[in-house]
């Protein structure tokens, strides 16, 4: 038997969607049905507003225009994370300044977090990883006492919650993933959402190439012209009228998906209790999501071994980051601590397959195979 690490599905709605909207005429972005996917976050999560984007690295670049990010400003963040959650602040001219990961979990280690703080900070960047909330509280708490804005990566994070909030709705910015590997995809495109109201006008003309563009469509001006910085950060249509059909299904694909997740945590809680691995933790402050289904071996020589096992048995489990602060871009030029946690879940995490599709036979032979192994 064969089992993909990831498989994307579809509602059945998405190609009726798209020729909707290719038969409006209006297949550009900022149509219907960019509108109607907006709607259904601000309605849904209570974001203040929300912009759709080509994807979650556009939407951290916005939010690092916005901030107005320049050389000299620090930008803390979590060195076990993908290139997008920082790249747009080293675009921007920032030094980047890593934190490590907790000891039992991927997120970011607040305390360590309060220990890099400098006059300089601008920005704190956090990742919620595997849909699983950042201990937000006491972050807020440092950003008001040191005037620094906090960014969300909830590129994993669609549907997620800390103490009963949305996760993308606490900080300044927060920003979303539809690549085809998250719950809900698009194949590419993205989602920033603005929490700070100030920020909202200005959100709207980067977006729109530096114009003031939507102002002038909502009969707001007489013409549009350049007016600030900016970017085209819009998707096309087609790709929103495909979102919404999965945007219409989210309950259903995220109650499958959190079967699947649990079915893989009671079969696979023996060989977690004798301590063959560590599983996923989840705080008593943050919601499950099921974006993924992950292990923690004991080294990297055990993760390799299991890995190779399971790719000869046609199961395809991956690894995740590599920390950031060792990458052949960043490492020479690090001159921070060592970030031991981040550099041990590098080495030792690994995922599970986990996809809407997958049928209990498929999710039965990975589970045997583990037992298998471990037996």
Known sequence: MVVPFNQQHYTGKELQYIQDCMNSGRISGDGKYTTACQQFFEGKYHFKKTFLT?????????AALLLQIEPGDEVIAPSYAFVSTVNPFVLRGAKIIFADSLPDHPNADINHIKSLISPRTKAVVVVHYAGVAVDMDPLLTLSEKHGFAVVEDAAQAIDAYYKGKALGGIGNFGAFSFHE?????????????????????????????????????????????WTDIGSSFLPSDMIAAFLYAQLESLESIQAKRMQIWSRYAKALSPLMDSG????????????????????????????????????????????????LHKSPYFGPQYTGEQLPNSDKFSDCLLRLPLFFDMTTIQQDYVIGKLLDYYS
């Not at 080509?54 to 916005?62: A, G, I, P, R």
């Not at 993924?292 to 055990?302: D, E, M, N, R, T």
């Not at 000869?312 to 590599?322: D, N, Q, W």
């Open 276 to 323: 063959y691995f560590a599983g996923p933790q989840i705080p008593s402050f943050a919601s499950n999501n099921a974006h993924v289904f992950y292990i923690v071996l004991p080294s990297l020589q055990h993760r390799t071994e299991l890995m190779s096992f399971l790719k000869k048995e046609g199961i395809s489990a991956v690894f995740h980051y590599l920390s």
């Open 54 to 62: 080509t994807s979650c690295t556009d939407s951290l670049e916005m």
């Open 181 to 225: 590997t998250k719950n809900i995809v698009s194949g590419e495109g993205g989602l920033l959402v603005v929490n700070d109201p100030d920020y909202i006008q200005r959100a709207e003309i980067i977006r729109e190439k530096g114009t003031n563009r939507t102002a002038f469509f909502r009969g707001q001006a007489d013409r549009y012209g």
